[in-house]
């Protein structure tokens, strides 16, 4: 169901990795699998996006791309995009994803 929900997301060019986090750092989804990204890097993702407003949208520039944080819920939606990834396209993605209730 998730996979179903997020594919407009993960299938935009250069976007690299879709984690769906939970509070307590339980990986719900992961799109593609997440090599080389390590439990400790994603606890520090879900602390920079528990610092934002509850509906804020968080972009990182890192050396190699972009990182997208986005809380839902208890849970954080982490994009990762390649340097070359059109960040609107991705905004627009994130920002229209439709929850089921």
Request: hydrophobic share 50%.
């Amino acid at each position: 169901m998730l996979e179903a929900v997020l594919r407009g997301l993960t299938s935009l060019d250069g976007v690299r990795t879709v984690l769906f986090v939970e509070d307590d750092g339980f990986v719900v989804h992961a799109h593609p699998m997440p090599h080389g990204i390590e439990a400790s890097v994603i606890e520090t993702w879900k602390a920079l996006a528990k610092q934002a407003a509850p509906d804020a949208l968080t972009t990182l520039v890192m050396e190699e791309g972009y990182l997208m944080l986005k809380p839902v819920e208890t849970r954080v939606l982490m994009t990762v995009c390649a340097r070359a990834c059109n960040l609107g396209k991705v905004r627009r993605a994130l920002e229209s994803i439709q929850w089921p209730t």
